[in-house]
């Protein structure tokens, strides 16, 4: 309920924040998209994310295949180790990511992000990969081996088209676990690098006007059209 009370105040007529509304109008939104400031943070986190949506997929997916398919000896430390970043607390890691990136030159930039994110937004895709692995039948991939595929086109050709809402799935999880990501944002951004959710808060303490609830409009709008996306992908895989 208190996320949905955000669109009425994103319309207010006022230059400052009330509920109920005095008056309904779209300049907030127009300001937004008008502030360069806004829109080089929006593009810097799309950016992110989508990046981060496609690399922590594909490592997911790869770790959760060492995971559940892998004969290694240290599996179930893999696993530990990929499920870690979900147990640390973020300001943790966002403390340790500062001493860490500071001296090498990765605060306030694309990579240092990227690297970021994917480490938060890996777990999401290893649980649910895994989960998809541990539900496909195994001897279909034995099948397409028995009959002259290597381990490549065995699993391009049948382990993956099985897995692939997940693997969709995954990335919408990613995608969203780095573009609403608020915390390690604080240690590792500069003035010529910031997320979205960074510039809200700096707005928040400095400049709090309409336009963070039309910010915020957006991005709960942006966020339920994925999770629905998922609902989609997940009724797709279980029929």
């Known amino acids: 309920m208190p996320t949905l009370l955000i669109v009425p105040m994103s319309l207010n007529a006022?230059?400052?924040?009330?509920?109920?509304?005095?008056?309904?109008?779209?300049?907030?939104?127009?300001?937004?998209?008008?502030?360069?400031?806004?829109?080089?943070?929006?593009?810097?986190?799309?950016?992110?994310?989508?990046?981060?949506?496609?690399?922590?997929?594909?490592?997911?997916?790869?770790?959760?295949?060492?995971?559940?398919?892998?004969?290694?000896?240290?599996?179930?430390?893999?696993?530990?180790?990929?499920?870690?970043?979900?147990?640390?607390?973020?300001?943790?890691?966002?403390?340790?990511?500062?001493?860490?990136?500071?001296?090498i030159g990765l605060t306030g930039n694309f990579t240092g992000f990227l690297i970021a994110h994917c480490v938060l937004s890996i777990p999401y895709v290893v649980i649910t990969v895994s989960a998809a692995l541990e539900r496909f039948d195994p001897a279909l991939e034995r099948a397409?081996?028995?009959?002259?595929?290597?381990?490549?086109?065995?699993?391009?050709?049948?382990?993956?088209?099985?897995?692939?809402?997940?693997?969709?799935?995954?990335?919408?999880?990613?995608?969203?676990?780095?573009?609403?990501?608020?915390t390690v944002a604080f240690f590792i951004s500069d003035t010529g690098g910031k997320t979205i959710s960074r510039k809200m808060f700096e707005d928040i303490d400095f400049n709090l006007t309409p336009v963070i609830a039309a910010v915020s409009t957006l991005m709960v709008a942006i966020s339920l059209l994925l999770m629905g996306s998922v609902e989609l992908l997940k009724g797709r895989r279980e029929e």
């Open 14 to 103: 006022t230059a400052y924040i009330e509920l109920p509304p005095r008056g309904l109008t779209l300049r907030w939104y127009l300001d937004y998209l008008a502030d360069p400031d806004w829109r080089a943070a929006t593009v810097f986190s799309l950016k992110i994310a989508f990046s981060t949506a496609v690399a922590a997929t594909a490592t997911g997916t790869l770790a959760s295949l060492a995971i559940v398919r892998g004969s290694l000896p240290g599996r179930n430390a893999l696993k530990a180790l990929a499920m870690a970043p979900m147990i640390v607390p973020h300001v943790v890691f966002g403390v340790a990511l500062y001493l860490v990136f500071s001296p």
């Open 144 to 182: 397409a081996l028995s009959c002259g595929a290597s381990r490549t086109q065995a699993f391009f050709s049948v382990v993956l088209p099985n897995i692939a809402p997940a693997v969709a799935v995954a990335a919408v999880f990613a995608f969203l676990a780095s573009f609403d990501e608020a």
